[in-house]
């Protein structure tokens, strides 16, 4: 994670915004700053457990390797498609 792509706030700013730093934080980490130095990273407890666990749950799969249940789903998902139903009349 590259630090100057982050969202930068000062410790002070979190007393005063508390609202719009939270709401930065839920969607992407954020530095708080203490003396113009980074001190704290301000993340969502969805991201912080990603890292935390290792990395995040989802994976992209070759149609050769996709699990047996992704491959059943992925196949109901095709025969429904070509038979003209669930494109275009999904929500």
């Keep these: 994670m590259e630090t100057m792509a982050m ?8 007393n005063k915004q508390i609202g719009d730093i ?7 980490p ?5 003396h113009k130095k980074p001190r704290f990273v ?5 991201h912080y457990e990603r890292m935390r ?7 992209a799969y070759t149609v050769s ?3 047996a249940e992704h491959a059943e789903l992925f196949d109901e998902a095709l025969d ?4 003209g139903e669930g494109y275009d009349n999904e929500p």
């Design 22 to 28: 939270t709401d930065a934080a839920s969607r992407e």
């Design 7 to 14: 969202k930068q706030f000062t410790t002070g700013d979190l």
């Design 80 to 83: 429904r498609l070509t038979h």
């Design 30 to 34: 954020v530095i708080l700053t203490r």
């Design 53 to 59: 666990t290792g990395g995040d749950p989802r994976r």
């Design 42 to 46: 301000l993340m969502s407890f969805e």
């Design 65 to 67: 390797e996709m699990p």
